[in-house]
């Protein structure tokens, strides 16, 4: 099932990040947990895959892609926080040659907003996730 980048979250988003970082990602859902695991080659799960919600997944790579975070201030007392995700990406424009484009992605916290704009600057504006995970 097709969704937009900016609106993964949880799992679906977690599967998408794993999907960037060339791992095998898996639903796991036992009733209690629902979360991500990486399936090794041979079938055997190496742990769970949260890297919208474990800074020790996430930080290496908004490190590594170059990720800017920033709060955006509240208009008022009834919304909550948002975090923004910027990433410069390179694109290839009509001449074959490269410019830039800035990604920006919000979120309600500084990883989920990363995760999205690490998924958004690999996969695109919509990804196509398993259904288990819509």
Known sequence: MK???????????????????????????DGITRCIVIASASGVYKGTYQSSINWSLGGPIIEREGINLFKHNKLNESQPDVWCAHKVVPRP?????????????????????????????NLGDEVDVPDELA
Not at 3 to 28: F, Q, S
Not at 96 to 117: E, K, Q, V, Y
């Open 3 to 29: 969704i937009k980048t900016a609106d993964l979250i949880g799992p679906a988003l977690d599967w998408a990040v794993a999907k960037c970082e060339g791992k095998n990602g898996v639903l796991h859902d």
């Open 93 to 121: 424009n009509m001449e074959g040659s490269f410019n830039s484009c800035a990604l920006a992605l919000d979120g309600p916290t500084p990883l989920i907003a990363a995760m999205r704009c690490v998924a958004a600057a």
